[in-house]
């Protein structure tokens, strides 16, 4: 017969898989309700990012409150991550209303490869062999997509290339984040970040002479619905699940988000896969993976 002892310990694991199911999946939703919104990729990040920075602002205060000031340190990278946070979002966004949602997606994530070379050139970390054979296998995929997506139209080819260079920035907040995070817990980095994200991508819908208002009610809904799912549950929940498992385990699992995506994109938007796009997406994640499990003690750092 299971002791109470036994149930809790069960409780804890059921909450902590469900966690990451949770993030992975309101991660993967992320690029249907820029769709959905229809309405600019940097207007809708701005919505995302504004609307997750109001809902948080209340436990951020009450952990500030409770807790010492956050160090002044910590706050600089903070705000610097979550510029390149904004960066990397408003040209994902803007990349994905240019053109399908899988491959801006996937491409966004080949992340991991410039936070690996970012160690070699910031912190003078050695790599092990396997990195470099996730990068050429990553790249050459990533290379093979941007080539077919370019042959079926020039839009179509920009948004996956805005895919690419959004990965650039989301490698920069990473790196970022690694060494913010020494200085402040989850909650506050996340907060900070998210807040000058807004701030950000305030400006730049501003200097874009885009509208932050005159959309449709569907519109202001997905807004909603795309803050509170995908920023604040999504990646709240993918940071509890971070706090509790192992690298090993979640970085071939994050590796699902565009992935996943890549599924849903059929019966959701009507974007069906072709066989070229498989097996280069394939190419890509296996690079991804390899890349992943050749530095995992960085990535266990990184719980934002």
């Known amino acids: ?52 920075t109001v809902l948080m602002a209340l436990p951020f205060a009450s952990r500030v409150n409770s807790h010492a000031k956050p160090s002044s340190k910590g706050v600089i990278f903070a705000v610097l991550g979550g510029f390149a946070f904004a960066c990397d979002l408003a040209l994902w966004a803007t990349g994905i209303m240019m053109g399908e949602v899988t491959n801006p997606t996937l491409l966004a994530n080949t992340a991991p490869l410039w936070v690996g070379l970012g160690t070699v050139l910031i912190f003078r970390r050695r790599l092990k062999p396997q990195f470099w054979v996730g990068v050429i296998l990553a790249l050459g995929g990533a290379a093979f997509l941007l080539g077919i997506d370019a042959s079926r139209g020039t839009a179509i080819g920009l948004g996956s290339s805005l895919g690419l260079l959004a990965s650039f920035f989301y490698a920069a907040y990473w790196l970022l984040t690694q060494k913010g995070r020494e200085c402040l817990d989850s909650l506050s980095y996340f907060w900070i970040a998210a807040l000058s994200s807004t701030v950000l991508l305030t400006v730049i819908v501003l200097i ?23 920023q604040v549950v999504g990646w709240l929940s993918l940071n509890y699940a971070l706090g509790h498992l192992p690298a090993s385990l979640v970085s071939p699992t994050m590796l699902g988000q565009p992935l996943l995506t890549g599924i849903l994109a059929w019966p959701l938007l009507g974007e069906p896969l072709s066989l070229k796009q498989i097996f280069a997406g394939i190419a890509v994640l ?19």
């Open 208 to 230: 874009s002479g885009q509208s932050f208002t005159g959309y449709p009610l569907k519109t202001y809904l997905t807004f909603l619905g795309f803050g509170v799912f995908t």
């Open 286 to 304: 296996v690079g991804i993976y390899l890349v992943h499990r050749s530095h995992q003690e960085i990535l266990e750092k990184l719980t934002l």
């Open 1 to 52: 017969m299971p002791t109470k002892q036994m149930e809790g310990t069960q409780t804890s694991k059921t909450l902590i898989y469900s966690s990451l199911i949770v993030g992975v999946l309101g991660l993967s939703m992320a690029a249907f309700f820029v769709r959905w919104a229809n309405a600019p990729g940097i207007v809708t990040g701005f919505y995302r990012m504004a609307i997750a």
